[in-house]
């Protein structure tokens, strides 16, 4: 049976963390199960968590009147979902539910936040792995909104 | 060469040369004067040619004007050139009646007569030639080009003078034909007006023998030498075609492509009178019933928007694009594609661009690297 | 002498009559038409290769193969851009589409083969690669892991979509996503790029890409940073074409025309040339 940090450092997002630092993550975390089609977070509540998924998937929702909940993006295992507890107003942009049966680490943002301003190497490694995802996040993001099916092929 | 196949003949000999091919079956194209231009276009006679007429060019200019003489071939290419016939510009490729469904499909033949083209230069040959390897030296070999290239009798005809826009010397297609002809002939005036033939076939040969002549001798020869000497040293444009297609296709962000777009129109007229251009399309038409269709092959031109349209839009939408891609496939795609460069050197589309544009000064300015950093500077 | 003119078959830019034989939409826009020709045998396109197809009175465009039926007929997927492509779409079951070709290089399966092999389509992009994936299935023990990462706008846009699941039973590892989802679609939302994460390659791997250009271009950049070669990662690419032999001068990309020596290409021979803006 793993250890909390064993687990922390399994995501592929924490490989290599500093020295010490799994362990301080894994002080603000706990073990979390959703059944298929529970909802994580909603739009609009507080957001005081994010989720590290180690099985399962989630989908972040958009609902729009007229067209019903879309799906804006799907995290996979190995992922982090939830970045609204980092800036405030620490609220959720989004809807999230586990598309699949989700087994997650939830990782409490205030607890974070405390640690990382008292060591600040700890909040370095968080921010520079977190900017990664967000980046890769936002080009693919960017990709779509180009909207590149729109055009054909077939003349 | 062989020296005993070269003939002379005397105007009357021109003229029976003309009549001999139309008694042949040939419809005879050739310069004419029309609409203010040399064109080419059939020739009942050889009292038909221009005589006694020049063309003045310049850059976005061109004018016919009187000789002092009777030179019958005495200017250098105007706006049309051999493609008018091997290439039209329209034609239909085939008509189909649909029969509800199991369509009868009617191929075009080619036109009946074939052509004999009289007064070729040396530049318009070499396009010929050009236009020979794109339309059959390749997989597929397009149909009515081959019909029509099949028949042809050519009768290249030497510039004494060379236009102010030429440099066929630097494209290495003139001033003199050395081959690909059935008769070439050489205008002499120091002395009795006559024309040298060199014969280059044997058909050119069958077709002589029904034409007055006598052997030629050296100081015709001679004569004819001196003339296509004179001619190289008169070019009006040099191209240096050394390294010319890396050049091109290193520089492919120039600035000079900005500085030409400023200028070109997009008018697309190069295309028009270049004799190697042959980019066409179709068009398909049905008539009122929807009963009978066609297809029609009609000249295209890379100038113009439609002309890389795919689904979504044009992928040279800039007219900086699409002169940098006539430029750039004229003077450099062309040899990858196709074996030669795709210019002859005739400067038609320098005198036919309505401002003026110099492909050759163009070409030499594409060349000048920019910046710091470039190993090759 | 009079000269004769020279006698030639029908040639190539004259179109033989081809029934159709069966339609089905896919997407809002798109169909699937099967044609069989109204005499003789069809023509014998391979995976990658295209057809010009006439609406007889409308014109004609390239469409790639995406498929054989019984007989050997041709199976093309057509999506309605433009007047030529709307009619090809509108001709009923039994109206008459005219055909010309095979024109084109091909999916080069044979260098697949022994080694780890990826499908990667955008969109439209499944269409051609079709073919290429049913050739895989065709002897898939002959190839080393076998993925097909596939990504459209919409679930609704997905094209095959009971293919898709046939694939995956027979073998392939068939993985999806969308640009946007619903509440009934529970596979991937996001960019097709970012299916390659999870996929193992080893050398040699060959990559077989098709979809919209800026599609390929990004895709092909994981690609290279997973470490596969750019000889050995091929595209399909698009350009305007009248004739398809070569003689029209439109497809041009450079030095390359597209109808003649692609529209399969590896990204080695085109991939500097796709960045030269407008080329």
Redesign the interface.
């Known amino acids: 049976m793993k250890t909390l940090d064993q687990v922390v450092l399994d995501s592929p997002l924490f490989a290599g963390l500093c020295e010490g630092c799994p362990e301080q993550l894994a002080g603000c975390s706990k073990t979390i199960g959703f059944e298929a089609g529970e909802t994580l977070f909603r739009e609009g509540e507080p957001a005081d968590v994010f989720y590290i998924l180690r099985k399962g998937?989630v989908?972040?929702?958009l609902y729009v009147p007229g067209r019903?909940?879309?799906?804006?993006?799907?995290i996979?295992a190995g992922d982090v979902v939830g970045w609204s507890w980092l800036f405030p107003p620490h609220t959720w942009h989004f809807d999230a539910r586990a598309?699949?049966p989700v087994r997650a680490i939830v990782v409490n943002g205030a607890c974070l936040r405390t640690k990382c301003e008292a060591d600040p190497l700890l909040g370095y490694e968080l921010m520079t792995r977190f900017s990664a995802v967000l980046l890769e996040r936002l080009n693919?993001?960017r990709?779509?909104l180009?909207?590149?099916?729109?055009?054909?092929?077939?003349? | 060469m062989q020296p005993s196949s070269d003939v002379l003949i005397t105007l009357d000999g021109l003229s029976s040369l003309v009549d001999a091919l139309r008694g042949r079956g040939y419809q005879v194209v050739g310069p004419k004067l029309r609409d203010g231009a040399i064109l080419y276009d059939e020739l009942e006679s050889a009292d038909d040619l221009p005589s006694g007429y020049t063309e003045i060019h310049a850059p976005g200019s061109y004018r016919v004007e009187r000789r002092d003489d009777e030179a019958r071939f005495g200017f250098a290419v105007g706006p049309h050139s051999w493609k008018q016939f091997l290439l039209p510009p329209r034609i239909r490729l085939w008509r189909a009646r649909l029969n509800g469904g199991a369509p009868e499909v009617e191929e075009e033949p080619p036109p009946e007569k074939p052509f004999a083209f009289f007064g070729v230069r040396s530049c318009d040959l070499a396009a010929i030639g050009i236009q020979d390897r794109v339309l059959t030296g390749g997989r597929y070999v397009d149909h009515d080009y081959a019909a029509r290239r099949e028949g042809i009798f050519v009768v290249v005809v030497d510039c004494a003078e060379p236009g102010r826009l030429c440099f066929c010397d630097s494209m290495g297609t003139g001033p003199s034909a050395e081959s690909g002809f059935d008769l070439a002939l050489t205008e002499l005036m120091n002395g009795e007006h006559r024309f040298l033939v060199r014969i280059g076939s044997e058909r050119g040969a069958e077709v002589m023998a029904e034409v007055p002549h006598e052997a030629a001798g050296s100081p015709d020869q001679d004569a004819r030498e001196a003339l296509v000497d004179n001619a190289r040293a008169s070019m009006g444009r040099t191209l240096d075609t050394e390294g010319l297609k890396e050049d091109i296709l290193q520089n492919l962000e120039h600035p000079r492509w900005d500085e030409v777009a400023d200028r070109c129109l997009s008018c697309g007229n190069c295309t028009l009178v270049c004799p190697t251009c042959f980019c066409v399309g179709v068009e398909d038409t049905a008539d009122l019933t929807g009963e009978v269709v066609e297809r029609d092959r009609v000249w295209n031109s890379c100038f113009s928007l439609d002309h890389s349209y795919?689904?979504?839009?044009s992928v040279r939408q800039s007219g900086r694009s699409r002169y940098r891609q006539w430029m750039t496939h004229k003077l450099a795609t062309w040899h990858d594609q196709f074996g030669t460069s795709g210019c002859v050197g005739c400067g038609r589309c320098i005198a036919w661009c309505p401002v003026g544009i110099d492909i050759t000064e163009e070409a030499a300015a594409v060349r000048v690297r920019e910046g710091a950093g470039d190993e090759n500077a | 002498m009079a000269v004769e003119p020279l006698q030639l078959s029908p040639g190539p830019m004259v179109p033989v009559p081809y029934t159709v034989r069966s339609r089905g939409r896919e997407t809002a826009?798109?169909w699937t038409i099967e044609l069989e020709p109204l005499a003789g045998q069809p023509i014998d396109p391979e995976p990658g290769q295209f057809a010009m197809l006439t609406a007889y009175g409308v014109g004609e465009?390239?469409?790639?193969l995406s498929g054989r039926g019984a007989g050997g007929s041709l199976i093309h997927?057509?999506?309605d851009?433009?007047a030529?492509?709307a009619e090809l779409c509108r001709i009923p079951r039994g109206g008459t589409i005219g055909v010309r070709g095979p024109f084109g290089t091909t999916w080069p399966l044979e260098e697949a083969l022994g080694g780890d092999v990826v499908v990667l389509a955008?969109?439209?992009?499944l269409?051609?690669l079709r073919p290429a994936v049913e050739g895989v299935l065709a002897q898939l023990d002959a190839y080393g892991r076998a993925y097909l990462l596939y990504g459209?706008?919409t679930p609704g846009?997905l094209l095959y979509p009971q293919q898709l699941e046939d694939w995956r039973t027979e073998g392939l590892d068939v993985r999806l996503?969308v640009?946007?989802?619903?509440?009934s679609?529970?596979?991937?939302?996001?960019?097709v790029?970012?299916l390659l994460d999870?996929v193992t390659l080893d050398e040699p791997a060959v990559a077989l890409v098709c979809?919209?250009e800026?599609?390929m271009r990004?895709t092909v950049g994981a690609l290279l940073q997973r470490g596969v070669p750019a000889e050995r990662i091929y595209v399909s690419l698009?350009r305007s074409m009248s004739c398809g032999i070569g003689h029209c001068g439109h497809c041009q990309l450079g030095t390359l025309l597209i109808c003649r020596d692609g529209p399969v290409f590896t990204w080695d021979e085109v991939g500097g040339l796709l960045t030269v803006r407008e080329l």
Do not use: H, K, N, Q
């Open positions: 998937r989908a972040l929702e019903g909940a879309m799906t804006i993006e799907t996979e598309v699949a693919a993001t990709l779509r180009a909207d590149l099916y729109g055009g054909g092929r077939g003349g | 795919v689904a979504g839009g | 826009d798109t465009v390239p469409i790639s997927t057509i999506r851009v433009g030529v492509t955008g969109g439209l992009g269409a051609p459209a706008r846009d996503t640009d946007a989802g619903t509440r679609w529970l596979d991937r939302v996001g960019f790029s970012a999870d979809g919209p800026v599609m990004v698009e």
